[in-house]
């Protein structure tokens, strides 16, 4: 399996606080992505990185920030928490790596975040 | 528009018979990958099988395997002699563009599958 860890896996916040996601990846992978689940929707992706520090937006970006300074780590913030973000947030990634995977994606545990 | 259709949100089927996933998607994109994921209770995604658009031959993984139809723009999942493990939520998503870049991944709503013994 792919190494990939998320953290925290659960997080109950309050409507305005700023919340960051982290992802960490031992795979040396190219890319990584940042999606949440919601009931009805599947997964909607968010944010996604092609490399250090490139990034570009996914369906659902607004709201959200993201930034990666480093290949195995990708982060993702919510500037100002909504209640419309409570959600179920998976971290994936792909492209060739010391796996040698080159078309999947390997996803993260999941965060089930809640904002009150 | 949706990107990625399927039309069944719950199915059912007896443990050891054969069932189709069904998934449409919409692209003007000449290269393109198609995945099928599933999801168990437990919440972690799985990979199951992957098809590219130039692929010829449908792909095959063990007992999975996709049905791709390039001109009806389908990529439906066979499950073959089907498990009770099998039960479970099935996502099928499209990657748009080359492979190995990072591009828009877009997902489907998913399919509950419950296999009955």
């Known amino acids: 399996d792919a190494g990939i860890t998320q953290s925290p896996r659960h997080k109950v916040t309050e409507t305005g606080t700023p919340v960051t996601l982290r992802c960490h990846q031992t795979?040396?992978?190219?890319?990584m992505y940042w999606y949440r689940q919601d009931p009805g929707h599947g997964l909607r992706l968010i944010h996604y990185?092609?490399?250090?520090?490139?990034?570009d937006k996914g369906e659902v970006s607004d709201g959200y920030s993201v930034s990666r300074s480093k290949t195995e780590d990708f982060l993702l913030t919510l500037e100002s928490a909504t209640s419309s973000q409570t959600s179920v947030y998976f971290c994936?990634?792909?492209?060739?790596?010391?796996?040698?995977?080159?078309?999947?994606?390997?996803f993260g545990p999941g965060t089930r975040l809640t904002v009150l | 528009a949706q990107k990625i259709t399927q039309t069944q949100p719950g199915m059912f089927v007896q443990e050891k018979e054969a069932v189709t996933l069904d998934c449409t998607y919409d692209?003007?994109?000449?290269?393109?990958?198609l995945f099928w994921y599933k999801q168990p209770s437990s919440g972690e995604m799985i990979f199951l099988i992957y098809?590219?658009?130039?692929?010829?031959q449908n792909a095959t993984e063990g007992r999975y395997s996709l049905n791709f139809q390039k001109a009806r723009k389908s990529a439906n999942l066979v499950i073959s002699a089907s498990q009770l493990g099998d039960s479970a939520m099935y996502f099928c998503?499209?990657?748009?563009?080359?492979?190995?870049?990072?591009?828009?991944?877009?997902f489907g709503p998913g399919t509950r599958l419950s296999v009955l013994p």
């Open positions: 994936a990634i792909s492209g060739i790596g010391t796996s040698g995977s080159y078309n999947e994606q390997f």
């Open positions: 795979e040396n992978h190219r890319y």
């Open positions: 990185s092609y490399g250090v520090k490139d990034t």
């Open positions: 692209t003007s994109d000449q290269s393109y990958g």
């Open positions: 098809q590219g658009s130039y692929d010829e």
């Open positions: 998503a499209m990657r748009e563009g080359e492979d190995n870049y990072g591009q828009n991944f877009v």
